[in-house]
């Protein structure tokens, strides 16, 4: 049995193990596994989602908010309920809301409209004295903002309010609030992103490590990189110990000391695949549960809206794909499941995902992944697998030609069911041939076909998890 090395279309296709292309498939520890459906959580929002937020206060109790364009909304009692301020806001054709949690106040930004501010409850209102801003974060006691408009436009700049005191805006070193700018690289600041004690500030070409260095001189922000940023704040996904994130030619990660690639083998494939008209639309959101870091981003066969997905597990170090539409992403903490939730959720025993019945999933609040999808529906990522796929590499010898009469896949879980349609080609470089779909027998595919190079499209029905492939070959009849 060979192990699948990962989806890595960068690769020569030759290396033994290389997974060639993939469809709704994401890495494990022990292989890949058929990626999630969506299970719808709330009704739809009025309009289309442009960023969402999902807090926990001081009290551990919890609260669950999305933007539009004109509203801002929080899911209560089963429903939308627009606690915008009175007025509602302007943003703009592209305009995202931003989100930061101030111990019981959340915070909202968007640049074009006031900061605004929710305090424990209810309704959002005006932050009197904030900037505008287009990226929002806290840390250690500080509500921070980049590319901020004062009364003056300053995208190069970074603004902190007072130290544990999110209204006060006054520059002061009594307060320890303050603001500066950082010119020293070209551009805007495009994302703020808290890590552990310090916050990471990212321009497009570069990115500058923020520490507090307390009075007199505050917090000072040391350039880490000249020509590596990134797009936008949703291109950053934090895992709290460190940062991974789309930059504008790699994939990196970041933890404090320098930026490491961590795209080979995906690198090229992404970067022709990835719309960078439409970067600034990238979305990007952690799933603790299972080690992973989504991003769902415009190909360039779209016309600006999210239609791929790429999944990288930091454990495994490891890539895989999930191509679905969506507005947003985010990490959504489903609470205990009751039996009239479960009836709900999964009308159909084929939907019903493959995890045990003893599982902390079903009767404790759990984190998982959610979308908002192209019809502005809230649904986590917490259904059976429908349908996926993986296609090997090149499977033959240079040498001589081969007979392909076999392959057998290594499940870790099986699937409902599975076919495998074959493809060969008899010299390098030529285009392959498709030759027969076979259906999965006894846990194996049965076939017949003499060529020097095989490779094989896999599709599974259901739920599965798979670690690697067997090939039957014997010498063919020519060299």
């Not at 997905?309 to 609470?335: D, H, M, P, Q």
């Amino acid at each position: 049995m060979i192990p699948f090395l990962g989806f890595l279309p960068d690769v020569d296709e030759h290396t033994q193990g290389v997974i060639t292309d993939c469809t709704m498939l994401l890495p494990t520890l022990r292989g890949y596994k058929g990626a999630p459906s969506v299970i719808v959580e709330t009704p739809a929002l009025a309009a289309a989602c442009r960023g969402a937020t999902y807090v926990v206060k001081l009290d551990n109790t919890t609260r669950l908010f999305a933007g539009a364009q004109t509203k801002l909304y929080e899911y209560v009692s089963s429903a939308w309920s627009d606690v915008s301020r009175v007025g509602d806001y302007t943003g703009s054709s592209d305009s995202a809301w931003r989100f930061a949690q101030f111990g019981d106040v959340t915070i909202a930004a968007n640049k074009i409209d006031a900061m605004q501010k929710s305090v424990s409850t209810g309704a959002f209102s005006d932050l009197a004295g904030a900037p505008k801003a287009l990226v929002v974060e806290t840390v250690g006691g500080f509500v921070m903002v980049a590319n901020y408009n004062d009364g003056t436009d300053t995208p190069d700049g970074i603004y902190w309010c007072a130290f544990e005191d999110y209204t006060d805006w006054t520059a002061s070193v009594a307060t320890q609030a303050g603001k500066l700018r950082k010119y020293d690289t070209p551009g805007e600041f495009r994302a703020l992103k808290r890590l552990g004690q310090y916050v990471v500030a990212y321009k497009e070409g570069s990115m500058y490590l923020g520490v507090n260095n307390g009075p007199p001189t505050l917090w000072g922000f040391q350039l880490i990189s000249g020509e590596i940023g990134t797009y936008t704040q949703e291109a950053v996904v934090s895992i709290e110990t460190a940062h991974f994130y789309i930059g504008t030619n790699d994939i990196y990660m970041f933890d404090g000391s320098r930026p490491l690639s961590i795209g080979d083998g995906v690198r090229e494939w992404f970067f022709t695949d990835f719309s960078v008209d439409f970067a600034y639309k990238i979305r990007g959101a952690h799933d603790k549960r299972n080690s992973l870091v989504y991003w769902y981003y415009p190909s360039v066969a779209s016309t600006g809206n999210l239609d791929s997905c790429i999944v990288f597990n930091y454990k495994s170090r490891k890539w895989g794909r999930a191509n679905r539409s969506i507005e947003v992403c985010l990490e959504y903490l489903t609470g205990a499941m009751t039996y009239a939730d479960f009836q709900t959720k999964y009308p159909t025993y084929d939907v019903i995902p493959s995890v045990d019945y003893g599982s902390p999933f079903w009767n404790a609040a759990t984190p998982n992944m959610a979308v908002f999808d192209a019809t502005h529906v809230l649904g986590t990522l917490t259904g059976a697998s429908l349908t996926s796929s993986l296609t090997s590499g090149a499977i033959g010898d240079d040498m001589q030609y081969t007979m392909l009469s076999r392959v057998q896949s290594r499940f870790i879980n099986d699937p409902t069911s599975a076919t495998m349609t074959n493809y060969y080609r008899m010299t390098d470089g030529a285009s392959y041939t498709t030759d027969a779909t076979i259906p999965m027998s006894a846990g194996r595919f049965d076939v017949m076909r003499e060529a020097r190079w095989h490779k094989v499209k896999t599709e599974y029905v259901g739920d599965v998890e798979v670690s690697g492939q067997s090939y039957v070959l014997m010498p063919g009849g020519y060299e």
